[in-house]
């Protein structure tokens, strides 16, 4: 089952603008994590965050997380082709079984 | 280092025949999980492995998929009698114990019945 709703489902923007994708989930959580999933197949952890902290960066991509709204969002600034993927939030992980988002597909037009 | 691999990376198998498919998670990782992801379900947990520690097999949609783990490394994920539901790419993935709960994912293996 999924643990919630991502939106939107698909984004398509130009290369160097920012991308900005929602997740909502529905449990109380110790963390929330961000996967990245290339044609289909291996997906690629990006960054997890806390559920005591309230914004994480790493390189162009910034998390936040709103536990009393039970909603995150993931930021990728000046996009890049290679950038194109299907993003994931994920609840659970700290060696728990991993539930899912729905996903947001992005594409990023050179 | 090695990353997660598995092992077919496609399978096209006949509706009612049996497939295995192996899963080599990172060395001295001590979780396994293993996945499902198909176009109408979306990302699905199936089995999860800790250590020596009865495994959490919730998700297994039916008595027909099973999974073992031997000597706490290599898993197999075992489907009988196939059917054309069970169309999909499988997905593994390690942690370890003391990480804060990021998974290592394999490249999955996609799996089609026909």
């Known amino acids: 089952s999924q643990q919630g709703e991502e939106d939107p489902q698909a984004l398509s923007i130009q290369e160097g603008e920012n991308a900005t994708m929602n997740c909502s989930y529905k449990?109380?959580?110790?963390?929330l994590q961000w996967y990245r999933q290339n044609s289909g197949r291996g997906l690629v952890h990006l960054i997890l965050?806390?559920?005591?902290?309230r914004e994480k960066h790493s390189g162009r991509l910034r998390v936040t997380l709103d536990t009393s709204k039970k909603s995150s969002s993931l930021l990728i600034t000046a996009s890049r082709a290679a950038d194109t993927a299907s993003y994931f939030c994920?609840?659970?992980?700290?060696?728990?079984?991993?539930?899912f988002g729905t996903g947001t597909r992005l594409t990023i037009i050179p | 280092g090695a990353g997660v691999s598995q092992s077919p990376s496609n399978k096209v198998t006949e509706k009612g025949k049996d497939v295995e498919l192996r899963c080599d998670p990172i060395?001295?990782?001590?979780?396994l999980y293993w996945y499902r992801q198909s176009l109408g379900q979306g990302l699905e947990f199936l089995i999860y492995?800790?250590?020596?520690?009865?495994?959490?097999k919730s998700g297994l949609p039916s008595d027909r998929f099973s999974a073992e783990r031997t000597g706490g490394s290599v898993s197999t994920l075992t489907i009988q009698r196939t059917q054309q539901e069970d169309s999909a790419v499988y997905l593994c993935?390690?942690?370890?114990?003391?990480?804060?709960?990021?998974?290592?994912f394999g490249p999955g293996t996609r799996l089609t019945v026909t």
């Open positions: 993935a390690s942690s370890a114990r003391t990480g804060l709960g990021e998974q290592y």
């Open positions: 449990t109380s959580i110790n963390n």
């Open positions: 965050i806390r559920s005591n902290e």
């Open positions: 994920a609840t659970g992980g700290g060696n728990e079984k991993l539930t």
């Open positions: 060395s001295g990782h001590t979780a």
């Open positions: 492995f800790q250590g020596n520690s009865a495994p959490d």
